[in-house]
């Protein structure tokens, strides 16, 4: 063949790739076809690799055009420098999603043509991978902004979820501390008005982390405030129980939630509580006794027919109870050691009849994890304190 036609088989087989015409392609290509170059990144060297990779990418794109800028030949050898346009917009190619944008590269082919057939092909990268992996980090650029704006906005939801304002109890003070471990967490604390003056308070932790715990952690708490509000009950063990049954059927069923709920009666001042598997509350007594408000049941979510069992504590001036979530326990030092219970039993025992036991439990915690800490759960914990007479 005269190099005048090995430049226009170039130019068919050039222009049978831009159409994804299969069959065009196969009647130029030789038995023992070989690329040397992948038109995308996983293709075989041999004619049926460049076959798939055409479809690959005739599937992924319309409105496809070779346009053919500068040819010259010598010999077997043909060097062909074109304009390849496309638009992506019909499925995922080489992991980058459609975007409706135009693909436009300009490659240099060479082939190698023996007896009227194409036997060998170079072209650099065909330029498309490097534009498709540019396309690839813009779009993931652009999906890690919009998930961050996402996180940004529910966080905004779920402090303002919250309770604003602690309850003003006459001789009583109520001092809470939330911190998630992300943009939003599981952990959840909130209280409301009850009769007779009495109030309802509930801390509470869901399983995981992120925006599942958290959606999880806003249907329990609003359900317990629902419920505790609509029977008018003094009964938290009733009140879990009936969060417990709703809640089975609304969360998935690798989900649980702990939670301690009491009921605080300003007037007798007495706490009357019931405890969903939460982590047991510390009371501390006059002369530094520190004991565990203990009740038992079983976390919701988990089981239906959950009885909750209920106990009462009157609280004496100055006496105050601590409750909190696993996060504070379990954060850990540089060397792996736990925060643990002992240790805040220790820290309750020894300052809790401290108005700012809140700031001391702080204070020792990031004493205790160093600089540098991150930040492993969700870390919540309220003071309700009984004031001196």
């Not at 309802?200 to 958290?214: Q, S, W």
């Not at 417990?244 to 009357?272: G, H, Q, W």
Request: net charge negative.
């Amino acid at each position: 063949m005269s190099e005048e036609e090995n430049m226009a088989l170039s130019r068919r087989y050039l222009e049978a790739q831009g159409k994804g015409d299969l069959g065009a392609m196969d009647e130029v290509m030789a038995p023992d076809f070989v690329s040397h170059t992948s038109l995308l990144s996983v293709q075989e060297p041999d004619r049926e690799g460049k076959k798939w990779a055409v479809a690959q990418f005739t599937a992924a794109t319309s409105n496809t055009s070779v346009h053919v800028e500068d040819q010259v030949a010598a010999g077997e050898k043909v060097v062909t420098r074109f304009i390849m346009h496309a638009t992506h917009d019909r499925g995922e190619l080489m992991g980058v999603a459609p975007s409706g944008g135009e693909l436009a590269f300009m490659p240099i082919a060479i082939h190698r043509i023996v007896e009227g057939k194409i036997a060998e092909e170079w072209s650099g990268s065909m330029g498309l991978s490097e534009l498709l992996r540019r396309r690839r980090l813009e779009q993931e650029r652009i999906e890690r902004e919009r998930l961050e704006q996402e996180l940004r906005m529910a966080r905004r939801i779920q402090q303002a979820s919250l309770p604003k304002e602690v309850p003003q109890l006459e001789g009583w003070e109520i001092s809470p501390y939330y911190q998630p471990a992300r943009e939003v967490g599981g952990d959840f604390y909130d209280y409301f008005d009850l009769e007779d003056g009495r109030v309802g308070v509930v801390v509470g932790d869901a399983t995981g982390k992120g925006m599942p715990a958290a959606l999880v952690a806003e249907t329990t708490s609003n359900m317990l405030r629902a419920v505790a509000q609509a029977l008018g009950s003094s009964s938290p063990g009733d009140v879990l129980e009936r969060v417990n049954e709703t809640l089975l059927a609304r969360i998935p069923s690798n989900m649980f939630v702990t939670c301690f709920y009491c009921i605080v009666d300003p007037k007798s001042a007495s706490l009357r509580y019931a405890n969903a598997g939460h982590d047991l509350p510390y009371l501390r007594r006059h002369g530094g006794e520190c004991e565990e408000l203990r009740a038992r049941g079983m976390p919701l979510g988990i089981m239906p027919g959950m009885s909750y069992e209920e106990n009462e504590i009157v609280l004496e001036g100055d006496e105050a109870a601590l409750f909190y979530s696993d996060g504070l326990v379990e954060a850990h030092d540089p060397k792996g050691a736990m925060f643990g219970f002992p240790r805040l039993q220790e820290q309750v025992a020894e300052h809790g009849e401290k108005r700012a036991l809140r700031e001391i439990l702080l204070e020792e915690l990031y004493s205790f994890v160093g600089e540098g800490w991150e930040q492993e759960d969700d870390i919540t914990f309220l003071t309700l304190r009984r004031s001196a007479p």
